[in-house]
């Protein structure tokens, strides 16, 4: 027969012994290691004994097969011995405890466990009385974390701080260590739960590539000051780029990131990001960033002129009902973002939207304040300034009888920074009354409304046309209905359910000249099938398009027999009853069409992994097509694309030529992105311009990310967005086209500035954010 003794000790000499019969249960040494999770785990533990239960942190409690102790002074234990104060845990072949010192001593097949580490080693020394331990030939695994490593001497100190002497640190697997840090003295503090590092060499394959004699490294996700990983690329506009980011963790709510940024061909570019949380109460916080970029002198450029950037945004609950927002951007000039890899913003954008509300939200009514200035770059024509604007919004939902009302008015004074326009002030109100009636059959809704407008316009009014004073009363009717139809259908061999949802549309908008009037905040809107049932022609409120006009569009829709949607395909037009006599200006009345265009969209799962969408908008008078887009997909699983696409847009205004000169954009692409062998991914795309007989962009890139670090290596030849310039002393030929070679490289648990992933390489296109007419000029 078995039998283990169990020994109970405080921190007084008092010995209680307990006899137990139980089964001797040893510890695996080797952690397990998920592949497909990347996650390490530290040695199993044996089953904790429920005894323990109650027991103080002053209380010892040792368990084992066999004991020899002498009352009061030392105790030998052998024999699958289990020692335990608190949280901590040691398992062993042998230990001593000797009562007088309060010190402990064991080794054999030794794990020590506690909330912040798994430790396997040779021996183990240790005080009881502080708790604090010396352990030799020591493997570590801190826990809920990928790190791991080995340490000649690891020492445990009293307020559970980790001393390893000469130790290694990684994130690798035991049987894949793609890189390890090896240190002379490594501190692990538990409560910052970071590391300093003492001598450190870093090893990549075995092989010495940087020795830094003093650094900090992670060990969970707090943030910390220090040195994140540097960025290399080199092109054909900026030559040989290194960004080296900088980190510091000022506060628990403050941070800020200066990252210098060298170009072979430009300068340094210094660029800082400052970031601010303002905690308030009930879920209340505000928060902010603040970026400044400089560089003062580009040398690419004639002159050498200065280029900057600076940014503010701001945003939060200032109280339960209260919001605030604020957007600030100003560059140097026209082509900053085009130049150069801002931290603010893509090279694609071309507004610069600054804005500033104050909303106060109420259950039935909400109040705003705004004030908003757009910097367009590129364009000589500056859009008008809201300086400020008060708007007022009140809902009084069921009226009667499911009838709705509300009431949108706002008050708003456009502004500009040229004396050549004029200025003005308008009063806006706009009362609604609504009846939706709901079924599963089906669905109609009346919908009338009032457009009261009033205009006080000031400077250059004679030269233009336009009226001091102007009232603009406007009516509106919408009749809206909608019936829902469905039916069982097989298609090869598949039991489908296909439903019919026609809607037809009926729209009156008062007429009222409205020449006389500016244009402060409105343009055209895009038709689309759903733009076909809107109420309105153009955004703002400065033209409001009269209307007499039916609009009538169907929707099919297949499911399968799981009630997936597997096909969805929509069609309509707008019929005129009377044309419009309102237009953004009197050139766009004449030759008007009974009839809008026809727009169609579809979307459909077309077999297994392939996938379609498309969209058509097609001239029936003139039996054209005015806007047509496509895109084919194969999507198999994740990270895993192949993607055909072709666009076309028929006579696009070059707004960017600053001519009013029409374009006609057809442009085919494919992108693909699809694993070559397992962790290392391929991603590219190719567009072509069938117009200029020319390719666009085109992208390599191939990434290889393990469990521990990550590399990207890409090529990109594409097309450069070009204003004009507005800080040159002379006249600039800028290249239309650039290429460049990319690399990035991220080790993980050391830091780093953000993530690399498949999702990032397929949106690093200028298709995925410019409008069709930056793609060509």
């Known amino acids: 027969m078995n039998f283990r003794f169990l020994l109970v000790l405080s921190l007084t000499p008092s010995i209680v012994i307990a006899q137990q019969a139980s089964e001797s249960e040893a510890a695996s040494l080797h952690p397990k290691t998920d592949d497909s999770q990347c996650l390490i785990l530290p040695p199993s533990a044996p089953r904790k004994s429920q005894a323990t239960m109650g027991l103080n942190n002053n209380h010892i409690w040792i368990e084992s097969d066999q004991s020899d102790a002498q009352m009061g002074k030392e105790a030998h234990f052998s024999g699958g011995v289990t020692f335990r104060q608190g949280p901590r845990h040691i398992y062993a072949d042998e230990a001593t405890v000797n009562s007088e010192s309060q010190q402990l001593s064991a ?114 996700d707090k943030r910390k000051s220090g040195l994140l990983f540097p960025k290399f690329s080199t092109s054909t506009i900026n030559g040989v780029e290194l960004e080296v980011p900088i980190y510091w963790n000022i506060a628990p709510e403050y941070d800020l990131t200066f990252t210098p940024d060298y170009m072979s061909n430009r300068g340094l570019l210094s660029k800082v990001e400052f970031r601010y949380l303002m905690p308030g109460e009930q879920n209340n916080n505000q928060n902010g960033k603040l970026n400044f970029e400089y560089l003062p002198s580009d040398d690419h450029l004639q002159g050498n002129p200065n280029r900057y950037l600076y940014h503010w945004e701001h945003q939060g609950r200032i109280n339960e009902n209260l919001r605030v927002l604020t957007n600030f951007t100003d560059v140097s000039d026209n082509n900053y973002f085009t130049d150069f890899n801002s931290d603010v913003q893509q090279a694609t954008d071309n507004q610069l939207v600054r804005v500033g509300e104050l909303n106060y939200l109420n259950n039935d009514w909400d109040l705003g304040l705004k004030v908003q200035d757009i910097k367009v770059l590129g364009l000589s024509d500056k859009p008008y300034q809201v300086m400020p604007q008060l708007s007022f919004d009140y809902r009084f939902p069921e009226l009667s009888n499911n009838l709705n009302f509300d009431i949108y008015s706002e008050v708003t004074n456009f502004a500009h920074d040229e004396d050549t326009h004029n200025s003005a002030t308008r009063l806006h109100i706009e009362p609604r009354l609504l009846l939706p009636l709901y079924g599963p059959a089906g669905s ?38 909608q019936v829902n139809l469905e039916r069982q259908t097989q298609l090869f061999d598949q039991n489908y359910r296909q439903t019919f949802e ?57 499911f399968d027999e799981s009630n997936s949607e597997k096909l969805k395909f929509s069609f309509g037009q707008i019929f005129y009853l009377r044309n419009s006599r309102v237009g953004l200006s009197n050139n766009e009345l004449a030759n008007q069409p009974s009839s809008s265009v026809l727009a169609a969209e579809l ?30 997909d194969f999507r198999p699983e994740a990270n895993k694309l192949f993607q055909l696409s072709y666009r076309f847009v028929r006579d696009l205004v070059n707004s960017n030529a600053n001519t009013g000169d029409k374009v006609d954009i057809a442009q085919a692409g494919t992108r693909i992105a699809w694993p070559v062998k397992q962790n290392l991914y391929f991603v590219g795309d190719w567009y072509y311009d069938f117009k200029r007989k ?9 990434q290889y990310e393990s469990c ?30 650039e290429s460049g070679i990319y ?29 069709p007419i930056y793609l060509t000029d």
């Open 694 to 702: 020319r390719s666009i962009e085109s992208y390599a890139g191939f």
């Open 107 to 220: 080794k054999g097949n030794l794990t020590f466990e506690d909330p912040l580490v798994t430790i396997t080693a040779d021996s183990i020394e240790g005080q009881m009385k502080n708790n604090s331990a010396t352990l030799k030939g020591a493997q570590y695994w801190l826990k809920g974390q990928q790190v791991h490593g080995d340490a000649k001497q690891l020492e445990i100190t009293p307020e559970n701080n980790l001393i390893l002497n000469g130790s290694s640190f990684t994130t690798c697997p035991p049987e894949s260590q793609s890189w390890v840090l090896e240190a002379n003295k490594i501190k692990i503090d538990s409560k910052e739960e970071w590391g300093e590092v003492w001598g450190a060499k870093l090893k990549i394959g075995d092989v010495p590539v940087m020795y830094v004699p003093y650094m900090t490294i992670p060990v969970s």
């Open 502 to 558: 026609p809607q037809i549309q009926y729209l009156y908008v008062g007429y009222q000249d409205q020449s006389n009037i500016a244009l402060y905040d409105t343009a055209q809107l895009q038709e689309d099938y759903y733009g076909l049932f809107r109420d309105r022609r153009f955004s703002g409120l400065d033209r409001i398009a009269d209307a007499n006009q039916v609009t009538l569009g169907l929707t099919s829709r297949l």
């Open 444 to 481: 109609f809704t009346t919908e009338l409304k009032l457009y009261q407008t009033n205009y006080w316009q000031r400077n250059g009014l004679k030269s233009l046309g336009l009226e001091k004073s102007v009232s603009r009363t406007i009516p509106s009717i919408r009749l809206h209905g």
């Open 603 to 632: 979307d459909a799962h077309v077999y297994n992994d392939w996938y379609v969408s498309s969209e058509v908008q097609y001239d029936t008078k003139l039996n054209e097509t005015r806007k047509y887009e496509t895109t084919l």
């Open 743 to 771: 690399l990035n490289f991220m080790i993980k648990g050391l830091g780093g500035s953000g993530n690399l992933g498949i999702s990032d390489m397929l949106k690093d296109s200028i298709f995925n954010y410019r409008k």
């Open 708 to 737: 521990c670090w990550v590399a990207r290596l890409s090529y990109h030849y594409r097309i450069r967005t070009n204003f004009n310039d507005n800080i040159a002393t002379t006249p600039i030929d800028r290249e239309q086209f």
